[in-house]
């Protein structure tokens, strides 16, 4: 009888190869997508942390016959983690948008930077932040004193859902916005310590042309960039006394020229 040998037979080079290069090839078509599911994941997640925060100023609110609280002031600290709204919440994770955790002295970079501000007395500092409140929301505010009928000082008025209340800001802690400022020259254009043009600490591209917001009747949802100038920020808030900045420079080259428009 003879007897046949069995003969184990293994990949050869060239088929292990070819695997290898299916594989390769089928990663570089997933990591796009995967990378796209994570940041709106991390969209998510900030619209999460803004319900939080609605839900705090709706108890504050109750809690101080209606009113927002008085002056905030324009120090180097986050508004959003003084003394009388800190008592509302324990978590600092609430700070901090999922996008935006580094801060600038750690290397952190606009859009996607967090601030973080030295307190007196206090050598750690603050807790970093990249959410800002909307300054024109406030009881009184001793930088804007000058123009005390544009505060809005409560949240039960006409138009609420269109008035932001806190929001993604690259600066330090909140936003007095005019009709007439401009857009950022650049996609992540960065300015600090400035009382002009401060619709630039909001305008950023931080969400694929968007970002996140809570307004004033206590709802959250994601804002275009082109929007901005169309929400009610303060009281004379006029948002069809000229055309937004981009359409009368009419710049194709501008980075938000093909951003969708909102009139």
Not at 50 to 57: M, V
């Amino acid at each position: 009888m003879k007897r046949h040998k069995n003969k184990r037979r293994g990949f050869t080079l060239i088929e292990l190869l070819v695997v290898i290069a299916i594989i390769a090839l089928l990663i570089s078509i997933l990591m796009p997508a995967l990378a796209h599911i994570r940041k709106q994941a991390k969209a998510v997640v900030c619209r999460s942390n803004l319900e939080q925060w609605a839900l705090i100023f709706s108890m504050y609110t109750d809690d101080n016959n209606g009113l927002f609280m008085s002056d905030l002031g324009h120090g180097s600290y986050a508004a959003l983690s003084k003394p009388e709204l800190k008592f509302y919440y324990k978590n600092n994770e609430l700070l901090l948008c999922p996008m935006a955790t580094k801060p600038y002295e750690e290397g952190g970079r606009n859009p996607f930077g967090a601030w973080r501000g030295d307190e007196p007395g206090d050598p750690l500092g603050n807790p970093p932040c990249s959410y800002g409140i909307n300054t024109w929301i406030l009881s009184k505010d001793t930088a804007n004193y000058q123009v005390p009928e544009k505060m809005w000082t409560t949240p039960y008025v006409k138009s609420a859902a269109y008035i932001p209340m806190v929001l993604d800001c690259a600066g330090y802690q909140n936003a007095n916005p005019f009709h007439k400022d401009d857009p950022p020259e650049y996609d992540g254009e960065f300015i600090q310590d400035s009382s002009e043009n401060e619709m630039k600490y909001v305008c950023l591209n931080r969400h694929n042309t968007t970002i996140n917001g809570a307004f004033m009747d206590f709802s959250v949802r994601k804002i275009g960039l082109k929007e901005l100038w169309e929400l009610k920020w303060h009281r004379n808030w006029n948002s069809n006394n000229a055309p937004p900045p981009w359409q009368f420079r009419g710049d194709p080259t501008h980075w938000m020229y093909s951003f969708r428009n909102y009139r």
